[in-house]
């Protein structure tokens, strides 16, 4: 199990997650396109909250994978 770190959001003052940032976004999903969950990535669960809403709408408006294959 990875070592538990700082949340990246709080730790670098992001205020919002934005949707259209992909490679920021990119970074909390797995290799099948999964989003990451919290005890992985140690991001707190406000900004967790926050990121899955930004994943799920960059996906509906087609910047980023439904899945990976």
């Known amino acids: ?17 934005d949707y259209r940032n992909t490679d920021l976004l990119g970074r909390f999903l797995t290799g099948w396109g999964k989003i990451k969950p919290a005890r992985e990535t140690g991001v707190c669960a406000k900004h967790q909250r926050a990121l899955a809403v930004a994943i799920k709408r960059a996906r509906y408006l087609g910047l980023m994978p439904f899945v990976k294959r």
Do not use: G, L, P, T
Not at 1 to 17: A, G, L, P, T, W
């Open 1 to 17: 199990m990875k070592r538990k770190v700082d949340c990246y959001f709080s730790k670098n003052q992001i205020q919002e997650i």
